[in-house]
T-cell receptor
Framework: AQTVTQSQPEMSVQEAETVTLSCTYD???????LFWYKQPPSRQMILVIR??????QNATENRFSVNFQKAAKSFSLKISDSQLGDAAMYFC????????????FGTGTSLTVIP | ETGVTQTPRHLVMGMTNKKSLKCEQH?????MYWYKQSAKKPLELMFV???????ENNSVPSRFSPECPNSSHLFLHLHTLQPEDSALYLC???????????????FGPGTRLLVL
């Protein structure tokens, strides 16, 4: 099974600053999808951004962008102009394009935004 | 946030109790999932249903019994649980179970379960 590693259990960022959350994964597949999910305290997990492995261009969604390094199997999330509402657990997830719809999640990074 | 709902939101039960968790999705999706979320561990996929048929069961103990009566509803029946089963149980849905697209899953708010 694929493994997803988030090596930063906790991160903090000053409001309006930029923070990068790291994610690495282990796979022998060439085609797959990567996701970042956000889980605010006591609220539902929602999709933040996703990337297709065969696309070299990094995905961007407003203040959220990724740095996808396929050879290094790295998929970091950059949050620019951090806001108080960005405080949450962030999960990185991997999904194969070939072998079913199972998502593999990391252990999460808890992000604190300091006013 | 109301696309996938779960009840109850919190549940405390003894090891001899029988209870059920309920999930309902209002998105017209065909696939539904149960996950277990424990602190400092990755989300663990428990069960997958596609068009009301179970397609995956990831070695989950028999004290957890899923039921999917239709594509909008998913239950998780619990009996004789152990304290280590205490966790957040998340339900999710997606348009299909196919791997041929990059569709995401939509999650419910979860049921926080405490087994005493």
């Amino acid at each position: 099974a694929q493994t997803v590693t988030q090596s930063q259990p906790e991160m903090s960022v000053q409001e309006a600053e930029t923070v990068t959350l790291s994610c690495t994964y282990d796979t022998s597949e060439s085609d797959y999808y990567l996701f970042w999910y956000k889980q605010p305290p006591s609220r539902q997990m929602i999709l933040v951004i996703r990337q297709e492995a065969y696309k070299q261009q990094n995905a961007t969604e407003n203040r959220f962008s990724v740095n996808f390094q396929k050879a290094a199997k790295s998929f970091s999330l950059k949050i620019s102009d951090s806001q108080l509402g960005d405080a949450a657990m962030y999960f990185c997830a991997y999904r194969s394009a070939d072998t079913g719809n199972q998502f593999y999640f990391g252990t999460g990074t808890s992000l604190t935004v300091i006013p | 946030e109301t696309g996938v709902t779960q009840t109850p939101r919190h549940l405390v039960m003894g090891m001899t109790n029988k209870k059920s968790l309920k999930c309902e999705q209002h998105l017209g999706h065909n696939a539904m999932y149960w996950y277990k979320q424990s602190a400092k561990k990755p989300l663990e996929l428990m069960f997958v249903y596609s068009l009301e048929e179970r397609v995956e069961n990831n070695s989950v103990p028999s004290r957890f019994s899923p039921e999917c009566p239709n594509s909008s509803h998913l239950f998780l029946h619990l009996h004789t649980l152990q304290p280590e089963d205490s966790a957040l149980y998340l339900c999710a849905s997606s348009q299909s179970h196919s791997s041929a697209s990059w569709e995401t899953q939509y999650f419910g708010p979860g049921t926080r379960l405490l087994v005493l």
